[in-house]
């Protein structure tokens, strides 16, 4: 039911954009990471990549709506320290299927971008980053036990050339991403927060 409400919504984003079609193509580039988790002794960035298609429909001479639909990457390194009686550097590794909606304002090749987006998580897993973790159980998290919804904003800066896009964009949840149990006690309330660099070339 959660996927079909991700398609319904990128149909319908693409739909509504169709009359005033004058940019597509596909895209992809990298993702800059982290969960800012309460409560833990260190983390870092996790490097991860985005891939996918946009569609651009102009409105007026400078201002568009752009429509997406996105393979993303996310997650974070985190470092314990005596969480569930155990430590250990994890990473977690969340994949999502993404369908921002942006409003593009333009300036000249230049633009600016914002509007929110509406993710579908596809996969999960937990790695022991050096192999010297004990923290039971939390290598045995999957996507189950994550929220598969993600809700968020999206804001950034692009540049138009002949044949595509470029740009950088940043993405920051609303949502949770842990359910109850191991994965809501080890991710303390944290939300999806994500840097991208991408570059797109037109169909």
């Known amino acids: 039911m959660k996927f079909k409400i991700l398609i319904l919504t990128a149909f319908c984003a693409f739909a509504s954009t169709m009359a005033f079609s004058q940019k597509a193509g596909i895209k992809g580039g ?27 429909a102009d409105i ?34 969340l994949n999502y299927l993404e369908v921002p909606v942006l409003a593009v304002v333009k300036f000249g090749p230049i633009n600016l971008h ?26 045995e998290l999957d996507r189950d036990d994550f929220n598969t919804l993600d809700t968020g904003i999206a804001a950034g800066v692009g540049f138009d050339f002949p044949t595509g896009i470029l740009g950088v964009r940043y993405n920051y949840g609303f ?10 006690q080890a991710t303390e309330n944290s939300k999806n927060s994500a840097l991208q660099l991408y570059v797109g070339f037109d169909f």
């Open 30 to 56: 990298a993702n800059f990471t982290n969960l800012y988790v309460e409560d833990v002794d260190d983390e870092n960035m996790k490097i991860g990549f985005n891939v996918g298609a946009f569609y651009r």
């Open 175 to 184: 949502q949770e991403i842990g359910q109850d149990g191991v994965a809501g």
């Open 60 to 93: 007026t001479e400078n201002f568009a709506i752009q429509p997406e639909f996105l393979f993303t990457q996310k997650g974070s390194e985190i470092q314990y320290d005596n969480f569930l009686q155990g430590e250990g550097k994890y990473r977690f590794n």
């Open 114 to 139: 914002a509007g929110p987006y509406l993710g579908f998580l596809v996969g999960a897993n937990v790695k022991d980053v050096d192999d010297r973790g004990n923290i039971n159980d939390i290598e």
